[in-house]
């Protein structure tokens, strides 16, 4: 167990609708980072947040988007969802920014 | 932009037996770390070990040991005395030691499904 966790496990909606993803760090960690696993594209950045600010951003549609709060639990907004959402969405959160990332359970979202 | 590569989809070894990960990465940095993750079929990532780039010693965690060779570009990861828990995919990733701009996201590779037959 990492110490990171992520709600909710599953996730099954239909095309254009919007969910939201959420994720509380380790205590003590500042740094969450978001990312996104499929078949096609491996896994892959999304983006970061550090002690409520956006940090970085890899990957990330214009479609989704995401915050952390001031308790430092973030969320990941998708929003007009497709097929090709369908992922698992992980979570991870580190101390401070550079240092070692630790992974959530991921949320697998199926967009049918 | 960096990226990682991993040359072997699959991999198989006896139980108990050594097995050797390959993992090759292209960047123009000088300064960053490396990272090998493992994730069971229970889809955790679970982090295995790490390396920094400026440190020539190989990193070492139990039965789990890297080869890196920063001229080449290679980091590859020996798991000795395998056992049927190491059963899993594994992912090499980069990141750079310079924050900001998406360096502090990890970059994988598209990983190595390890089998442990008994």
């Not at chain 1, 594209?41 to 001031?70: C, D, H, M, T």
């Not at chain 2, 040359?7 to 940095?29: N, W």
């Not at chain 2, 900001?100 to 008994?118: E, M, R």
Request: aromatic share 12%.
């Amino acid at each position: 167990d990492s110490g990171v966790t992520q709600t909710p496990k599953h996730l099954i909606t239909a095309t254009g609708q919007r969910v939201t993803l959420r994720c509380s760090p380790r205590s003590g960690d500042l740094s969450v980072y978001w990312y996104q696993q499929s078949l096609d594209q491996g896994l892959q950045f999304l983006i970061q947040y550090y002690n409520g600010e956006e940090r970085a951003k890899g990957n990330i549609l214009e479609r989704f988007s995401a915050q952390q709060f001031p308790d430092l639990h973030s969320e990941l907004n998708l929003s007009s969802l497709e097929l090709g959402d369908s992922a698992l969405y992980f979570c991870a959160s580190s101390v401070e920014i550079l240092y070692t990332q630790y992974f959530g359970p991921g949320t697998r979202l199926t967009v049918l | 932009a960096q990226t990682v590569t991993q040359s072997q989809p699959e991999m198989s070894v006896q139980e108990a037996e050594t097995v050797t990960l390959s993992c090759t990465y292209d960047t123009s940095e000088s300064d960053y770390y490396l990272f090998w993750y493992k994730q069971p079929p229970s889809r955790q990532m679970i982090l295995v070990i790490r390396q920094e780039a400026y440190k020539q010693q190989n990193a070492t965690e139990n039965r789990f040991s890297v080869n890196f060779q920063k001229a080449a570009k290679s980091f590859s990861l020996k798991i000795s005395d395998s056992q049927l828990g190491d059963a899993a995919m594994y992912f090499c990733a980069y990141r750079s030691r310079y924050s900001g701009g998406g360096a502090d996201g990890l970059t994988f590779g598209k990983g190595t499904h390890l089998i442990i037959q008994p």
